[in-house]
């Protein structure tokens, strides 16, 4: 039984481990494992998996999680990846206390399993061609045929496996075959591959000591039985592999038995998670890297702001599901601004600075004014932000003219300054296009902390001193795609043409409240009436940079509207 009944979600994988708990399957235990493979970094649909893993170990009495790396394709697997998808998996929350395994771990074990096989008379040595195994194999409504190699001897199958392992064939050459049924209708159980020749590469664990691999649907069942996995959870598409699964548990002699589960994949609007289209994203130049905050990956996530506890509320909110459906973007985004309204300080930045001299404040004088950090948090303290003669609000806060909806600043007009007094646009100061430069105002001393005597002020703006603000480049990210389901429109030849071309707008003139001079690359704010923000890694003392993380409100949800 689950030690958190009242706060651990429910799902249909949780009623199936709370029934084997019951029955005493597995001896009672609850192991699981989060299996990636490291040939790319982990994205949000990992996350989904990582968090289901993990939060079953952690809430059931005795649980345990492994951290194991399918490392069986050293071509496309490095170091690189192995070490990104620990600090993922460590920065979501979770621990493997010492349970980090390699698939390579088992490389001698699964050879040895191989050669069983082969005596049993259940696995053979194949010589066709790769194209030529594929017209053996048949079709989904016709049966495949026999390969003219399946009648081996034992004999000459255990000495062509021996020389496959001793290096004496070339890539492709030969691979290591299950002997199962070639009329199965399904197409995994026809005689897969377990083994294949891979020369030439060195890989990050084993280095040059393999020439063989083997295949995923062979390491991975029998890694889950060495490590005792009680229930080997993984999406949907590996259902029709679970037949081979169960077929190599039951065709050696191993003691443990997992049950594979299936769940949904993540799938979540106006993203791509294939990593083979995340890969072309970043190698064609469409983004800038893996972590570009606008990517999908945890890495991405994590340099846009995302918190680790958003993305855990986040998983426990889309649910575990057996069918597959469509995640609205929506989603996440309010997950992370439920966070960050909760617990990120407040600031003022002005995007889009206009100028404004209040006349009659004296000059020089620089006024310390104290306000709390956080409205809803007196535990988050009090901050000081200078007021100075001049200052700078954004554009969009002034007009020359404007009706009565429009509350802020217009000529003539008076609008109070964020945790300051109330000011009154005077003159407009304009340049030879005719464009606003510069605002004339004053200011009425008597409304700090107070309202005017007998007027009423259309509204309050935020606002930075013009000479003890700080100057930082603010990046403005969206969704890299407008289109919710950017993978599968058929009207278009491909992804790359829903890429949102507003996805990232860099504002270079931007002005911050010195207060941020002391932030730190990951630190999250929000700042006042433009949205949440995070400092970015590429900011240094002599230029601060803070990403977008999102909106104060969904701005997408009209657009959404108007294309239904």
Avoid at 223 to 236: N, Q
Avoid at 322 to 339: F, P, Q, T, W
Avoid at 394 to 421: C, I, M, P, S
Wanted: hydrophobic share 30%; aromatic share 8%; charged share 30%.
């Amino acid at each position: 039984m689950s030690n958190n009944e009242t706060t651990a979600p429910t799902n249909f994988i949780r009623q199936i481990i709370d029934e084997d708990l019951k029955n005493g399957n597995h001896g009672g235990m609850v192991h699981t494992r989060f299996p990636p493979e490291p040939n790319g970094f982990l994205h949000i649909g990992h996350a989904k998996s990582i968090c289901l893993n993990f939060g079953i170990a952690r809430d059931y009495q005795g649980g345990l999680c492994n951290l194991r790396f399918d490392d069986t394709n050293p071509h496309k697997e490095n170091q690189e990846y192995v070490d990104a998808i620990q600090e993922d998996v460590r920065w979501l929350g979770f621990d493997w206390d010492k349970r980090l395994f390699y698939a390579s771990d088992y490389f001698q074990q699964l050879h040895d399993f191989a050669v069983e096989l082969i005596e049993k008379g259940r696995a053979y040595v194949c010589d066709l061609t790769a194209e030529e195994t594929r017209e053996y194999r048949g079709t989904l409504t016709e049966p495949g045929k026999d390969s003219p190699y399946r009648s081996r001897s034992v004999e000459e199958n255990l000495e062509l496996f021996a020389r496959m392992k001793a290096g004496e064939f070339e890539d492709g050459s030969r691979v290591l075959r299950a002997k199962i049924d070639m009329a199965s209708p399904n197409m995994n159980m026809r005689d897969p591959t377990l083994y294949r020749i891979r020369h030439g590469v060195i890989h990050h664990q084993t280095g040059e000591e393999w020439c063989i691999y083997p295949m995923y649907d062979f390491t991975h069942p029998i890694s889950d039985a060495l490590e005792d996995i009680t229930h080997s959870l993984c999406t949907l598409e590996f259902e029709n592999h679970r037949p081979l699964y169960d077929w190599a548990l039951d065709n050696i002699s191993i003691d443990c038995h997992p049950q594979q589960i299936e769940f949904s994949r993540l799938n979540l609007q106006y993203t791509v998670v294939s990593k083979r289209k995340l890969t072309q994203l970043v190698d064609e130049g469409h983004v800038a890297g893996w972590d570009d905050p606008r990517m999908p990956t945890i890495a991405g996530l994590r340099r846009r702001g995302y918190t680790p506890a958003s993305i855990r509320t986040f998983s426990d909110r889309i649910g575990v599901t057996k069918s597959d459906n469509s995640v609205e973007m929506g989603m996440l985004e309010a997950c992370i601004r439920e966070d960050l309204d909760a617990n990120a300080p407040r600031a003022m930045a002005v995007l889009h600075p206009l100028k404004v001299v209040i006349e009659n404040y004296p000059e020089g004088q620089v006024e310390q004014l104290t306000t709390a950090t956080h409205p809803k948090d007196e535990s988050m303290g009090t901050r000081t932000v200078p007021l100075t003669r001049e200052i700078y609000i954004d554009k969009a806060d002034f007009r020359e003219e404007a009706n009565k909806k429009y509350k802020r600043l217009v000529t003539g007009g008076e609008v109070r300054l964020r945790n300051a007094y109330v000011i009154k646009a005077e003159q407009v100061i304009k340049d030879e296009h005719g464009e606003i430069v510069e605002l004339r105002c004053t200011y009425d001393p008597d409304t700090l902390g107070a309202n005017p005597e007998g007027r009423k002020v259309r509204g309050v703006i935020h606002w930075v001193s013009a000479t003890e603000g700080v100057p930082a480049e603010i990046r403005l990210y969206d969704r890299l795609f407008n289109h919710p389901n950017p993978d599968g429109d058929k009207e278009v030849e491909s992804f790359l043409e829903h890429i949102n071309p507003d996805s990232l707008l860099t504002l270079t003139q931007a002005m911050v409240e010195p207060s941020l001079k002391g932030a730190k690359p990951g630190d999250r704010f929000q700042f006042e009436r433009e949205g949440y923000f995070t400092q970015d890694k590429d900011s240094t003392t002599e230029k601060l940079v803070f990403n977008r993380t999102v909106t104060l409100r969904d701005s997408w949800a009209k657009i959404e509207q108007q294309s239904k």
